[in-house]
Nanobody, 128 residues
Framework: QVQLVESGGGLVQAGGSLRLSCAGS????????MAWFRQAPGKEREFVAA????????YYADSVKGRFTISRDNAKNTVYLQMSSLKPEDTAIYYC?????????????????????WGQGTHVTISS
């Protein structure tokens, strides 16, 4: 059974930082790209960041570029999202997801339909 478990969410003030973690089990996650998505209240789920299976390539939404950093530790089956300079508009439930494509080497990562395993989400609230 494949599982993804996020942690690290919480309440921080604007300008602060948080580090989210996503621990995976039940799959060889090192063979798949991983991504973070988020869903703010009343809004659609949106792509935040993705990291290729080998960790050498990362992709970001324009809204978080330069503030968020995605990384992974394949030995631990864990992906991270370091978030800095947080803004109230970053408030959302953050989900990690595992790509359905095995050893995918392209550059298409933003559509949520590309991911077949999802965590339960972790809440991030940024106060102004």
């Amino acid at each position: 059974q494949v599982q993804l478990v996020e942690s690290g969410g919480g309440l921080v003030q604007a300008g602060g930082s948080l580090r989210l973690s996503c621990a995976g089990s039940g799959r060889t996650f090192s063979a798949y790209a991983m991504a973070w998505f988020r869903q703010a209240p009343g809004k659609e789920r949106e792509f935040v960041a993705a990291i290729k299976w080998g960790g050498g390539n990362t992709y970001y939404a324009d809204s978080v570029k330069g503030r968020f950093t995605i990384s992974r530790d394949n030995a631990k089956n864990t992906v991270y999202l370091q978030m800095s300079s947080l803004k109230p508009e970053d408030t959302a439930i953050y989900y990690c997801a595992s790509d359905r494509r095995y050893f995918y080497s392209g550059t298409s990562y933003t559509a949520d339909a590309l991911y077949n395993y999802w965590g339960q989400g972790t809440h991030v609230t940024i106060s102004s």
